[in-house]
């Protein structure tokens, strides 16, 4: 019973750095494309350094608690499908289903999958498709102000809002696809039996509607302010 529980604890820890990996590789190729053409086409990066910091934080503390706590089932141990044998005995066929265990990763076994490489190229499409259509043709659909040609310093357009709002909203639910690393069909399959994963989800969701409507900069600026007018003096009585 030990090793058997030892062999899960094993692949679940891989799986979920596998899971972890994908989700991060999609957002990093998203947003590491649109920085670069939005820079070339626009002379500006749509996506804000104060967004971006967002975006990482969704991307790599939040992303790495969520993913990475899921528990260990027996599912680990089994094959996602089972095959059929059909053998003809006496003039009867006989269906013989068979569940054949999964074959541990080898040593040589890449990290990152084949199944796993289709689905982060596919999502980041999928994503910068969206998003580039938004940029370039936004305005159009939502008949608002181009934000393209804004100043350097001027406050947050509606249609860039509109953008950042867009990809932070498909990160999200690409974590709820990023669960599943083997090729599975229903990606909300165990999605309630980690606390912690929809906690977070829905904390994070619920944050990012709140920061649209409040405005990121402010939400930011009032934390620096509570640290550095409320927090850093008691700090420093602390020390002193």
């Known amino acids: 019973?030990?090793?058997i529980q030892a062999v899960m604890w094993g692949r679940n820890v891989y799986d979920s750095i596998a899971k972890f990996l994908q989700f991060q590789l999609t957002v990093n190729v998203v947003a590491v494309v649109v920085a670069f053409v939005g820079a070339c086409a626009i002379e500006d990066t749509p996506l804000k350094a104060v967004q971006m910091l967002w975006v990482n934080l969704i991307m790599d503390?939040?992303?790495s608690l969520a993913l990475a706590t899921e528990m260990p089932t027996e599912e680990l141990l089994k094959r996602s499908a089972n095959y059929?044998?059909?053998r003809k005995l006496k003039r009867t066929l006989i269906a013989v289903r068979i569940k054949i265990f999964r074959k541990p990763y080898g040593r040589t076994s890449p990290l990152i999958s084949r199944t796993m490489s289709k689905n982060i190229l596919g999502h980041a499409l999928y994503?910068?498709?969206i998003?580039?259509?938004?940029?370039?043709?936004g305005e159009k659909f939502f008949d608002i102000p181009s934000g393209r040609w804004a100043r350097l310093h001027s406050p947050p357009t509606i249609h860039f809002t509109i953008v950042?709002?867009?990809f932070v909203l498909m990160t999200l639910f690409n974590e709820i696809n990023a669960r599943k690393i083997h090729g599975e069909r229903n990606v909300f399959a165990g999605l309630f039996s980690n606390p912690i994963y929809y906690v977070i989800w829905i904390s994070t969701f619920i944050s990012q509607i709140f920061i649209v409507l409040i405005s990121l900069y402010h939400v930011f600026s009032w934390i620096f302010s509570l640290v550095y007018y409320i927090l850093f003096p008691i700090y420093s009585w602390c020390v002193n």
Not at 131 to 137: A, H, K, P, R, V
């Open 127 to 129: 994503q910068l498709v």
């Open 164 to 166: 950042f709002n867009t």
């Open 61 to 63: 503390t939040l992303a």
């Open 1 to 3: 019973m030990a090793f």
């Open 84 to 86: 059929r044998v059909i």
């Open 131 to 137: 998003l580039f259509t938004l940029i370039f043709y």
